[in-house]
């Protein structure tokens, strides 16, 4: 990697879906003239608009962010690769930058970009295949059981309604007999740039409003003809997360839509706590709550200077 001078600093903002991360991240990026970087893996995939929350256009404009739309659904892109990427993109950005903004909620992809993953051992391939036969043929919830019992650490922090990400844990446990839990930051790679963590959060009520709200306004936009204009993908492991597996099984007849509504909500908030779970281990997040811009500014000058 190339050296870089010492006062380069990365701004990064975490905290649960919904909690107004990617309005905090545009204040930041005007207020230093920089630009963002985006380490939500959802929206990463430019066919997922409405159930991803991306930014608006008018919040596209107001600040140059990355990774969004970046890849299709039909690529695979993992955290590895998203490292990779990511930390190029850094060094290329910093010529210019003297700090950059990135947000997201994913925890592995901020993990992995600021303390960086473990080299993994191979897998069997042939583990990888069967799984992914028993998921066509028996649905998600018996891998997520075995799971459960072979690495409770990673099945309490991944998402579980992504069946990549449950697989390839449940896939490394088969073919290692190691935990998949065990290998992530385990050896922290030292980032030649300062990081600084900023996270965002509120009492759970008020969160779960807003997570609510929010499921609301995405069927007010249109979210229910942006998953039916994605059957012919649903094959595909990024299409099987909150906000779309629930409106598939709808499609499908397994329940009326304000069933699927009140299950995206449910999930939604489900997975806002497991987001927090994560954050929370990490002593190095400064937290605030959402519209304390001037406050976050404040401590991000005293902490450069």
Request: hydrophobic fraction near 40%.
């Amino acid at each position: 990697m190339p050296a870089m001078a010492p006062d380069k600093t990365l701004i990064v903002i975490v905290g649960p879906t919904g909690i107004g991360k990617t309005a905090l991240a545009i204040s930041l990026a005007r207020q230093f003239s920089t630009e963002i970087i985006s380490a939500d893996s959802r929206q990463f995939f430019r066919e997922m608009e409405i159930g991803t929350a991306k930014p608006s256009a008018a919040e596209l404009t107001a600040a140059h962010h990355h990774f969004i739309n970046s890849h299709s659904i039909q690529t695979f892109f993992s955290t590895g690769d998203f490292e990779l990427q990511a930390i190029d993109l850094i060094n290329h950005l910093f010529r210019k930058h003297e700090l950059l903004v990135m947000v997201g909620g994913s925890g592995l992809y901020i993990d992995a970009v600021c303390n960086g993953l473990d080299e993994l051992p191979e897998t069997d391939l042939n583990i990888r295949e069967k799984l992914n036969q028993q998921l066509a043929t028996e649905g998600l919830e018996p891998i997520k059981r075995q799971l459960s019992v072979a690495d409770p650490e990673y099945y309490q922090k991944v998402d579980q309604a992504n069946p990549q990400r449950l697989i390839r844990g449940l896939e490394f446990y088969l073919s290692t007999g190691k935990k998949l839990s065990t290998h992530f930051t385990n050896n922290k790679k030292i980032r030649p740039f300062n990081i600084i963590k900023i996270g965002l959060n509120i009492n759970r009520a008020e969160l779960y409003n807003r997570i609510n709200h929010r499921v609301d306004k995405m069927m007010e936009a249109g979210l229910l003809d942006e998953v039916k204009s994605l059957q012919p993908f649903r094959k595909y492991n990024a299409l099987n997360t909150v906000g779309y597996a629930e409106l598939f099984s709808h499609l499908d007849g397994e329940m009326t839509l304000t069933a699927a509504v009140d299950q995206i909500k449910q999930n939604t908030r489900r997975f806002a706590k497991r987001q927090l779970t994560w954050f929370r281990r990490d002593n190095s997040i400064t937290w605030f709550e959402p519209g304390q811009d001037n406050a976050v500014i404040s401590y991000i000058i005293e902490k450069k200077d």
